[in-house]
């Protein structure tokens, strides 16, 4: 299930140096592997606007694109406290202070970038999410799919980013 659009809160926004709405992902953070060449670097994001009483964030990227039938979990971090409003590119290889990364759908833990199948163009949506719970059930070990739901019984607002890419190798 897509993380699009669900609650989308007026004035709660998700902006990042690198990523920008309908823009394509740069090559530093594209996944490594796979018959795809970038960094598999996690991008810069930051936030602001959040509702009231959030008490914790998340962040996902998800491809509804991609041809599983269910899309693609790209990132998912969460736990991290309500004082935060940024992470530094590379976050994604290692999460500030007691925020825990769920593995991805590449089967590691942790970001693992954009690689669609070849001649295809992807959808890449981030997601921050505004918890109305300090900290989840879930764990590092927990499938994505299982956070996100998680996360959608949590939520009080969301704020995204979607982003293509694709190759025509």
């Not at 991805?104 to 949506?125: A, I, L, M």
């Amino acid at each position: 299930m897509t993380a699009q659009g669900f609650g989308q809160r007026v004035g709660f926004r998700l902006s990042s140096p690198t990523w920008h709405e309908g823009g394509t992902v740069p090559m530093e953070n594209v996944f490594n592997g796979s018959g795809c060449n970038g960094k598999n670097v996690s991008p810069a994001l930051s936030w602001s606007g959040a509702p009231q009483n959030t008490k914790s964030f998340a962040v996902t990227l998800f491809d509804p694109d991609a041809p599983t039938g269910h899309g693609f979990w790209h990132w998912t971090v969460f736990n991290l406290p309500a004082s935060t409003t940024e992470l530094a590119a590379g976050t994604g290889n290692r999460p500030p202070g007691t925020a825990i990364q769920a593995k991805n759908d590449w089967g590691t833990t942790g970001y693992g970038g954009p690689c669609p199948p070849s001649g295809s163009t992807h959808r890449y949506v981030l997601t921050v999410w505004a918890l109305n719970v300090e900290h989840l059930q879930s764990q590092a070990d927990t499938p994505p799919a299982k956070v996100a739901a998680e996360l959608r019984t949590h939520t009080l607002g969301t704020a995204q980013l979607t982003t293509r890419f694709g190759i025509g190798r």
